[in-house]
Nanobody
């Protein structure tokens, strides 16, 4: 059974940190590209960060560059999103997505085939 499960969301204070985890299980070996997206109330889902199948290439939205960091632990089938210096505008449901291939993109939700259910991140001012 193919599963994408996010965890690690919660309430943080402005300037604080959270680490999100994404565990992908049951996928064929070529499904290794992982992206993080977020959706705030009343807004469209937007790309935050992604990591290539090898882990050598990462991309970040301009709004999170220098504050968020994506990494992967293939032994645990887990991709992490370390979020530092959080701001109230980071408040959203964060989704992990998985796709096949090598390079990654955060341009479009249609670039990803499988999605998790999301984890809520709330940043208080």
């Amino acid at each position: 059974q193919l599963q994408v499960v996010e965890s690690g969301g919660g309430l943080a204070q402005s300037g604080g940190s959270l680490r999100l985890s994404c565990v992908a299980s049951g996928f064929p070996s070529d499904y290794r590209v992982v992206g993080w997206f977020r959706q705030a109330p009343g807004k469209e889902r937007e790309g935050v960060s992604c990591i290539s199948s090898s882990g050598d290439i990462t991309n970040y939205a301009e709004s999170v560059k220098g504050r968020f960091s994506i990494s992967r632990d293939d032994a645990k089938n887990t991709v992490y999103l370390q979020m530092n210096s959080l701001k109230p505008e980071d408040t959203a449901v964060y989704y992990c997505a998985v796709d096949r291939g090598w390079l990654c993109s955060i341009s479009s939700v249609y670039d990803y085939e499988y999605w998790g259910q999301g984890t809520q991140v709330t940043v208080a001012s």
